[in-house]
């Protein structure tokens, strides 16, 4: 143990992690029939909002959990949005790699550049090794997160 804990292992609750795994595989299979062929990986996206005032500038972070699916059969990616208590979702997004423009890693955020002209668009996202902050789930995934960022990597072409 180090000098005032400095150093010292965080002891994660194994139990609620898989237990927040279990709920999101439930939720990702409410909405998607063919569920069990994906694989899970819990992320976040993220909307940054600057307004600026006469004295003072105003930083506004959003942020929305995601249960990501990805899947190498056909080289996918779903998006479903969910609550940090897990308590329901909304339909899934789904990315497929021959239907969109691009995909990059950058600053630890995906991009999916939507395929169209110009003002397509595109969605960011991020995930995390372990969370256990109070606006996101709580959920340790060390191979989940490392397994999908090799994912990406092929999915985007790199």
Known sequence: MGLFGFGKKKEWDMTKSNANKDIMKELFNGVM???DSWKLVYGYGLNIKDSNYIVARKTTYTYTSLIIGYRESDMSIALVQTTPELEGCSEAEV???DAI???KIATNMYTIYHEG???AGYTQFATLEENDEDFLAYVYQP???KDFANF???FSGK
């Open 101 to 103: 423009k691009k995909a």
């Open 117 to 119: 002209g110009m003002m």
């Open 152 to 154: 990406f990597k092929k």
């Open 95 to 97: 990315f497929r790699q």
């Open 33 to 35: 029939d063919d569920g």
């Open 143 to 145: 191979e989940e997160d």
